[in-house]
């Protein structure tokens, strides 16, 4: 199984401000969305209560929350660590779990990760929650594709 990151961060590194996103790129959304559907995607408790539960980004959500084990939602599955997520997607027969934020979402699972798609949205914005640092040696920039407000970058692990 894959694990992919897809994440939208700014030039300094925001990827967002509360629960919010410190920017407006509709299009950037779309492609997100488009990109997960049908899928099985993993997000933070936080995260997840950020969306309006009627129209949740992926086919399966896995809500990962560490703090509060007790912690149920109808429609989704919660989680209580990475390996747990992962043997959770591996069970249903996913070829790919997408890691959707925030930002303690994606340092743990960054280990994991085979790939990451990240939007680089034009300029610096303020905000509470930040795209974890990567060490650049262990990925490879494999593309980059410009769009209105960002550039997609697609990185892969090295073997």
Excluded at 34 to 52: A, P
Excluded at 121 to 127: I, L, N, R, T
Aim: net charge negative; proline share 4%; glycine share 10%.
């Amino acid at each position: 199984m894959n694990i992919v990151a897809v994440a939208a961060v700014s030039e300094n590194g925001v990827i967002g401000a509360g629960a919010e996103l410190p920017w407006d790129l509709p299009r950037e959304v779309a492609r997100y969305r488009e990109r997960v559907s049908g899928e099985t995607v993993v997000l933070g408790r936080k995260t997840f209560e950020m969306f309006d539960h009627d129209d949740l980004p992926g086919a399966r959500q896995l809500v990962l929350s560490r703090g509060n084990p007790a912690y149920d939602v109808e429609s989704v599955t919660v989680v209580g660590s990475v390996d747990a997520a992962i043997e959770t997607a591996r069970s249903a027969g996913a070829e790919t779990l997408y890691v959707l934020g925030g930002a303690g979402v994606y340092e743990a699972f960054l280990p994991e990760s085979d790939r990451m798609y990240i939007s680089r949205v034009d300029g610096e914005y303020g905000g509470d929650a930040r795209f974890p640092d990567f060490d650049r040696e262990a990925w490879t920039l494999e593309s980059e594709e410009r769009y209105e407000g960002y550039t997609l970058e697609t990185w892969i692990r090295e073997a």
